[in-house]
């Protein structure tokens, strides 16, 4: 009903979270007329974060190698053509898109800085520029990739028993992936749930009520769940990150460590991130959390939030508009459009060809 709304023009414009429209509108007279325009505007603050979070609360996800096991079995390439229908870029780190970006980059002074007393802890990866995220897509590398997935999960002290893994007492391997928001979001695991049973991993996709789900994201009780985008960071982040990650979170209600993040070292960088006195070391701490986020494996990251590269946030909206010709690009996510004005002579224009106000 809202959209039929709006293609009616009953309201002037709409975000355009999903693409799966696109394709019957364009054949619209509206469309095809250009009375209404579909248009992307560039932002440059950081994404809100989508992925499939896992709980390391659960003895399973303790180890990293189990974890990273799982970002073998995610087949997004599938996934995004399938599902997506090929719209959508994906997310490749939790600060993409902002000051605090790790795509392809190593570490910079300040950030190594930061990192090197932890550097007998963390992993040598951290130290270099982060590693592409597995690409699946077709039947070979699909394979390719579960059989690495396989191996991981092996090293990490896993058999397999009649087709089911079991751990070092032969208890078979059993997860619980919440869903919320009816069956929608059912579509986006079909595939990764029947990778993690050739595995031998059985999951039981738990699906239940908004309120249900808050409850039980509260008390933490879920191995895997979809992470729904909150409100990004700020581009000037502080305390509230400790809400993120910090490991007391872990065990505390309602917190949204929701991975169960327990790691010294990003409380540390937790605490020069709010003890900061200048941008320049607030900087660094938030990429150097970041890449230790990315290196220990905490979720799988999924498709960005729009149907659209990351950076990018696409919107149809009735041609009445005036537009300046260099659009702001810090007000996401707002979306004041405060900088837009009703054209007159479009206006008018608009109202003649279809009969009526809008």
Same mark, same amino acid.
């Given at each position: 009903?809202?959209?039929?709304?709006?293609?009616?023009?009953?309201?002037d414009?709409?975000?355009?979270?999903?693409a799966?429209?696109w394709?019957?509108e364009?054949?619209?007279?509206s469309?095809?007329?250009? %009375?209404?325009?579909?248009?992307?505007?560039r932002?440059?603050?950081?994404?809100?974060y989508?992925?499939?979070?896992?709980?390391t &609360? +659960?003895?399973?996800?303790?180890?990293?190698?189990?974890?990273?096991?799982? @970002?073998?079995a995610?087949d997004?390439?599938?996934?995004?053509?399938k599902? #997506?229908r090929?719209?959508?870029?994906?997310?490749?780190?939790?600060?993409?898109?902002?000051?605090?970006?790790?795509? !392809?980059?190593?570490?910079?002074l300040?950030?190594?800085? #930061?990192?090197? *007393?932890?550097r007998?802890?963390?992993?040598?990866?951290?130290?270099?520029?982060?590693? *592409?995220?597995?690409?699946?897509?077709?039947?070979?590398?699909?394979?390719?990739?579960? @059989?690495?997935a396989?191996r991981?999960?092996?090293?990490?002290g896993?058999?397999?028993?009649?087709l089911?893994?079991? %751990?070092?007492?032969?208890?078979?391997?059993? #997860?619980?992936?919440?869903?919320?928001?009816?069956?929608?979001?059912? /579509?986006?695991?079909t595939q990764?749930?029947?990778?993690?049973?050739? @595995?031998?991993?059985?999951?039981?996709i /738990?699906l239940y009520?908004?309120?249900?789900?808050?409850?039980?994201t509260?008390?933490?009780?879920?191995?895997?769940?979809?992470?729904v985008? +909150?409100?990004?960071?700020?581009?000037t982040?502080?305390?509230?990150? &400790? +809400?993120?990650w910090?490991?007391?979170?872990?065990?505390?209600?309602?917190?949204?460590?929701?991975? !169960?993040v327990?790691d010294?070292?990003?409380?540390?960088?937790?605490?020069?991130l709010?003890?900061?006195? %200048?941008?320049?070391?607030?900087v660094?701490?938030?990429?150097?959390?970041?890449?230790?986020?990315?290196?220990?494996?905490?979720?799988i990251?999924?498709?960005h939030?729009? *149907?659209?590269?990351?950076g990018?946030?696409?919107?149809?909206?009735?041609? /009445?508009?005036?537009?300046?010709?260099?659009? *702001?690009t810090?007000?996401?996510?707002?979306?004041t459009?405060d900088?837009?004005w009703?054209?007159?002579e479009?206006?008018?224009?608009?109202?003649k060809?279809?009969?009526?106000?809008?």
């Amino acid at each position: 009903v809202y959209n039929e709304a709006f293609l009616s023009g009953e309201y002037d414009f709409r975000l355009d979270m999903s693409a799966l429209r696109w394709a019957q509108e364009a054949a619209l007279p509206s469309f095809v007329r250009g %009375d209404l325009v579909r248009s992307v505007i560039r932002y440059k603050t950081p994404i809100s974060y989508q992925g499939i979070t896992i709980n390391t &609360r +659960n003895p399973f996800f303790k180890d990293v190698r189990v974890r990273k096991a799982l @970002l073998h079995a995610f087949d997004y390439e599938w996934f995004q053509q399938k599902i #997506l229908r090929g719209h959508h870029g994906r997310v490749s780190n939790y600060y993409e898109n902002s000051d605090f970006d790790i795509s !392809g980059s190593p570490p910079t002074l300040g950030e190594l800085k #930061l990192l090197e *007393p932890w550097r007998a802890r963390l992993p040598a990866e951290v130290f270099a520029a982060p590693a *592409p995220l597995p690409v699946l897509g077709t039947r070979e590398r699909a394979r390719a990739n579960l @059989l690495e997935a396989a191996r991981l999960i092996r090293a990490a002290g896993y058999q397999v028993e009649n087709l089911r893994l079991v %751990d070092k007492r032969g208890k078979p391997i059993e #997860l619980d992936l919440m869903l919320g928001y009816g069956v929608s979001q059912e /579509k986006y695991i079909t595939q990764f749930v029947r990778n993690l049973e050739r @595995l031998g991993i059985r999951v039981n996709i /738990k699906l239940y009520d908004n309120s249900t789900v808050r409850q039980l994201t509260a008390h933490y009780q879920y191995d895997l769940r979809i992470s729904v985008p +909150n409100i990004p960071s700020l581009i000037t982040p502080g305390s509230e990150m &400790r +809400n993120e990650w910090d490991s007391a979170g872990v065990t505390g209600f309602d917190s949204r460590n929701l991975s !169960g993040v327990d790691d010294p070292v990003i409380d540390d960088l937790l605490d020069k991130l709010v003890e900061a006195k %200048d941008r320049e070391t607030a900087v660094s701490a938030m990429r150097a959390m970041n890449r230790v986020l990315v290196a220990g494996a905490y979720s799988i990251p999924l498709q960005h939030v729009y *149907p659209a590269p990351t950076g990018s946030m696409p919107f149809t909206y009735w041609n /009445k508009f005036g537009r300046p010709k260099a659009e *702001p690009t810090n007000d996401f996510p707002s979306l004041t459009l405060d900088h837009w004005w009703v054209d007159k002579e479009k206006d008018a224009a608009l109202r003649k060809r279809l009969g009526k106000a809008l």
